[in-house]
């Protein structure tokens, strides 16, 4: 008798032989296929592998490991009191939010580190901080443990970042990147290896677990979001950019991009009314669901007799003073709408300056030739709000008009430079949200190829250089060192190889020389600013000459990648071809009446 059992179909992509981009072979000149570079040399020995799962656990394990080693070093405002730095605002916040009721929360001393994220970055807050106090009470009690450090303390924090990293970002990195790899028939081996390109990438993990904050959790919601829309999952993919505006506001550099690509969706072959409406009532259901615990908290808080507002000591927030109707506090609705128009406030600074610190953005640049200080925050907000717009424009235009899949982490990458370059209150640490996309593309068809793999590359190297006087203050100088030599090392990038530019695989005709030329003037200009920052003191009059000139390369270098990503992105879209080929139809149609 013959058993009914069928053994389980290998997926063509899963196969060792199934179809791959040629991203990652190169041949020598004997004619055997050898690695190009290290990352491809190191996991060469998987490529037989059967499966992805015999390769992940591996590289889970060593990028945890790196992780978990850059934590070892010091954090933003370790023993710099008063206010300390950014691990003390998140444990701050731990603190208000474990001991205080939610109706106070973006109330509470907001002098010293108040609340100023979105309400899931105050539940997050909420649960680390429950947690904490149950492991050590006096890591966050209320009031006595404003300026708290200890090694403990430190592990917990760095853990956090560690945990919520691999629950959110991780898991939603593995499964875009192998999206991306499927649609385009890329080999699970050659997914690996983007993979670990993209969890090695140390400007994320210089500033997550080094300097300290809980990017990768916004990042993570983000890649949630595109790999549902690559899915086809368009409602899903809503419900997940929510998720990452509600966790922090930085998220917002996509939005104009995922928008102008639902509507595209909605409008292809025809518009279809209905089914945008469906998106935006789960968009707008979605955000109810993230801020219902803050409202509707209040409104228990109310009746238990508690409030956050005093008429005497607590001016009400702008946007509810400013309401055309005067607003009865003592009715039912007052606590939730004072809440709302707060959180508001709070999460859109708008009342602090155009940038802070040293940007590589273009108001930061500027500002180093005409003090940009001498004109009313006002007319900059709306200048910068105004130039934003028309930057994000070619890539919300060419998304909506070609709504495909592939092309959503283009004009992620396009619009998120506009917002960096030229939109109002940018940090230095916002350039991750650009190279993400960017960087996400290693794993697409081509994305470890020569001209991909210079471009992404450079772009992140260039990014993490900009972080530097950021991680200097930190004193990060060696996991920054080691981190940015280390990846570039793997993906054979200068300054550790010059092969991607003069070796065999520049031969192929990949790069022009004009692409050559340019990246490797700025390798140089990076190269010699560290020299010279680290070897000469600057003038007296100029303290500031080195940070200075950071952020002039690093504004021009992003100005460049800015530029790339929008050609890209129009290029293949197709709208090229198709203009051209109608100028040649209309030029034809002439000539006919001519003769």
Not at 234 to 257: I, T
Not at 288 to 308: H, N, Q, T, V, W
Request: with cysteine.
């Amino acid at each position: 008798m013959t058993s009914s059992h069928k053994p389980r179909r290998r997926k063509r992509d899963d196969s060792p032989s199934s179809k791959g981009s040629g991203n990652v072979t190169s041949k020598s000149r004997s004619g055997t296929t050898t690695p190009p570079y290290p990352l491809a040399a190191f996991l060469w020995p998987a490529k037989k592998s059967t499966s992805q799962w015999v390769i992940l656990p591996l590289v889970l394990m060593a990028v945890g490991l790196f992780r978990w080693a850059t934590g070892f070093w010091g954090y933003s405002g370790f023993n710099v009191p008063p206010m300390h730095g950014d691990l003390e605002a998140q444990r701050h916040w731990m603190e208000i939010t474990a001991h205080l009721p939610i109706s106070q929360w973006y109330f509470y001393d907001l002098e010293y580190w108040g609340l100023d994220y979105p309400p899931l970055t105050a539940y997050h807050s909420w649960l680390l901080g429950r947690i904490g106090s149950i492991i050590h009470p006096s890591w966050f009690a209320l009031l006595a443990s404003r300026g708290f450090e200890s090694p403990l303390l430190k592990v917990y924090m760095r853990a956090t970042v560690l945990v919520s990293e691999y629950l959110v970002y991780i898991p939603a990195a593995i499964i875009l990147n192998r999206k991306l790899g499927r649609t385009r028939g890329i080999n699970s081996w050659e997914s690996s290896v983007a993979l670990v390109a993209i969890l090695m990438q140390p400007a994320t993990i210089l500033v997550d677990h080094a300097h300290f904050q809980y990017n990768t959790v916004m990042l993570g919601f983000v890649l949630a979001s595109v790999s549902s829309m690559l899915a086809g999952r368009a409602l899903w993919g809503c419900v997940f950019f929510v998720a990452a505006l509600c966790y922090k506001q930085m998220a917002l550099y996509y939005a104009p991009a995922i928008f102008a690509y639902l509507v595209g969706v909605c409008a292809v072959r025809g518009f279809n009314s209905g089914r945008l409406l469906t998106i935006a009532l789960i968009t707008v259901v979605s955000f109810a669901a993230c801020f219902a615990p803050l409202l509707l908290g209040s409104i228990y808080d109310r009746y238990r007799g508690i409030s956050a507002y005093n008429a005497k000591e607590t001016p009400l927030p702008p946007l509810l003073a400013e309401l055309p109707i005067k607003i009865n506090e003592r009715s039912w609705y007052f606590p939730p709408l004072l809440q709302l128009t707060q959180s508001i406030h709070r999460i859109f600074p708008f009342a602090r300056g155009l940038f802070e610190d040293k940007v590589a953005n273009m108001w930061c640049a500027i500002h180093t030739m005409h003090k940009l200080h001498i004109y009313p925050i006002g007319q900059m907000r709306r200048i910068s709000t105004v130039i934003t717009l028309i930057s994000i424009l070619p890539s919300t235009m060419t998304i909506s008009v070609s709504p495909r899949s592939e092309l959503l982490p283009w004009a992620l990458a396009s619009t998120a430079w506009g917002f960096y370059l030229c939109s109002f209150q940018v940090h230095e640490k916002s350039v991750l949200l650009p190279l993400l996309p960017m960087t996400m593309l290693l794993g697409s068809d081509g994305g470890l190829g020569t001209e991909m793999r210079a471009w992404i590359g450079w772009a992140n190297m260039l990014g993490v250089w900009t972080l530097f006087p950021l991680l200097k203050r930190d004193e990060l100088r060696m996991p920054y060192a080691v981190l940015t030599l280390v990846w570039s090392y793997l993906l054979g990038l200068p300054p550790t190889s010059l092969s991607l530019y003069f070796g065999r695989q520049s031969k192929n005709g990949e790069l022009k020389l004009i692409t050559k030329l340019l990246h490797l003037a700025f390798y140089a200009l990076m190269i010699a600013w560290h020299v010279g920052e680290a070897f000469v003191p600057p003038p007296d009059d100029k303290p500031d000459l080195w940070a200075v000139l950071n952020v002039l390369i690093g504004f021009a270098g992003f100005g460049v990648c800015f530029v790339w990503c929008n050609w890209q992105l129009i290029f293949r879209s197709g709208m090229m071809e198709e203009h051209w080929s109608d100028r040649l139809k209309i030029e034809a149609a002439q000539q006919r009446k001519t003769q």
